[in-house]
């Protein structure tokens, strides 16, 4: 059962873990969404597609942006705590730091297990449905082969272009159409409007033209026919386009699939590598989710008489570090050149023993500070750099007088 300073803890954590989740989140969705819509636009795309590409990519974020938050959120609320000497006085009457990190645990195997969720099954799966969007762009299968301002050819008898698009090509303006069927027959169509509807048929869709002329020619014709009409409407035969591959990649494999696939005897020996790299590299990012409280603690209690932030500095080198550490290790293992337990679950003890010492540091030895070197190394080079800046001041002005 919760006590009153465990909810008062938890209160404290959950505004700046949220605030950080999201944030971490949409600054990874910006730095894509750029590349996104150039790619897109370059495809001649419509825009929507952009956004249900970044709903597909918004788990890979997340499984970023979670451990990320928990940490900082952690931190924040201990070091609030620690500056305010609110945590002076809790240890002093009694409350030892295991104690205290019991909310900070409730949070982690929550986030842990959702993050092994999204990572181990949601992820797989949208990073899938992301390449389909990619492949159904790159072949045109959403439109994108028709570019605005150009002659485009769909298959070897019919050439299209369009003027001007409106509504995300739900409403085509200035249309010129030339359809030349087996018998030789040709047909051109100019109309001021246009709209492509869905049919039965998934290889054929209706172009659906309006306020136009259409001119029939052919060899049984004397001269050309030629039709105004109001509405009309002109089937389309779709280019063949080829099927997007299944989930064959390791990446888009769920957690059982990549067990079946590395314990099967008939996998491949580089697929197997693959999969058994990526599996690990999984596991080994959720279970670190478990350590971060006890780290977010030691980076979060500055010296006494000290209100540095050099430890918020450092959690967040410390987090994405041990990240780019991971993803290398797992690119090492693909390869097969050295086994997924040593390159991943190697860096993952050294770092969890770096992490328990510091929590050994700052709970168990009084006045023991962790990271106090480095806070005294970079308080005195701020000390020395302020120095400089005040003595090329000082010269600036007495030049300035001369």
């Given amino acids: 059962m919760l006590t009153a300073i465990d909810r008062y803890i938890a209160r404290l954590i959950l505004l700046p873990m949220v605030g950080t989740l999201i944030i971490a989140a949409m600054l990874f969705m910006l730095d894509k969404m750029?590349?996104?819509?150039?790619?897109?636009?370059a495809s001649g795309g419509p825009v929507s597609v952009v956004w249900r590409m970044l709903a597909n990519m918004l788990p890979e974020y997340m499984s970023l942006a979670i451990p990320i938050g928990l940490m900082l959120g952690v931190l924040l609320a201990f070091?609030?705590?620690?500056?305010?000497?609110e945590l002076d006085v809790m240890r002093a009457v009694g409350l030892s730091y295991g104690r205290l990190l019991r909310v900070p645990y409730l949070y982690a195997i929550a986030l842990a297990l959702l993050n092994f969720g999204i990572v181990g099954f949601v992820q797989p799966l949208s990073r899938h449905a992301y390449e389909a969007l990619r492949f159904e762009l790159r072949s045109g299968a959403l439109g994108a082969s028709i570019k605005v301002g150009e002659f485009t050819n769909l298959g070897r008898r019919m050439t299209l272009r369009i003027e001007r698009s409106r509504d995300e090509g739900r409403n085509l303006q200035g249309i010129f159409v030339r359809a030349v069927s087996h018998d030789g027959q040709s047909v051109a169509v100019t109309a001021a409007q246009g709209t492509f509807l869905a049919t039965d048929d998934p290889d054929t869709i209706i172009f659906r033209l309006r306020d136009g002329v259409l001119v029939n020619d052919g060899p049984k014709y004397a001269t050309p026919r030629i039709l105004s009409f109001s509405s009309h409407d002109l089937p389309i035969d779709l280019p063949q386009i080829e099927n997007f591959r299944g989930r064959d990649n390791d990446r888009e494999k769920t957690i059982p699939e990549l067990v079946v696939i590395g314990h099967n005897s008939a996998t491949p020996d580089k697929?197997?590598?693959e999969v058994r790299a990526n599996f690990h590299y999984r596991m080994v990012e959720v279970v670190m989710m478990m350590l971060l409280p006890m780290a977010a603690l030691a980076f979060a209690i500055p010296p006494k008489r000290s209100s540095s932030a050099l430890g918020v500095f450092l959690s967040i080198v410390f987090i994405v570090t041990y990240h780019?550490?991971?993803?290398?290790?797992?690119?090492?293992?693909?390869?097969?050149?050295v086994d997924p337990i040593i390159a991943l679950w190697g860096p993952f003890v050294i770092v969890s023993g770096l992490i328990f010492w510091m929590y050994h540091v700052i709970a168990h030895r009084p006045g023991g500070q962790p990271i106090a070197a480095l806070e005294y190394a970079v308080g005195k080079a701020g000390k020395q750099l302020v120095r400089l800046i005040r003595r090329r001041s000082k010269a600036a002005t007495a030049q300035g007088e001369d």
């Avoid at 750029?34 to 636009?41: E, G, K, N, P, T």
């Avoid at 780019?324 to 050149?337: D, F, P, T």
């Fill in 34 to 41: 750029l590349s996104l819509f150039d790619f897109v636009a």
């Fill in 79 to 85: 070091r609030k705590l620690a500056t305010s000497s």
């Fill in 271 to 273: 697929l197997r590598h």
């Fill in 324 to 337: 780019k550490i991971n993803q290398y290790g797992e690119s090492v293992a693909a390869l097969g050149k």
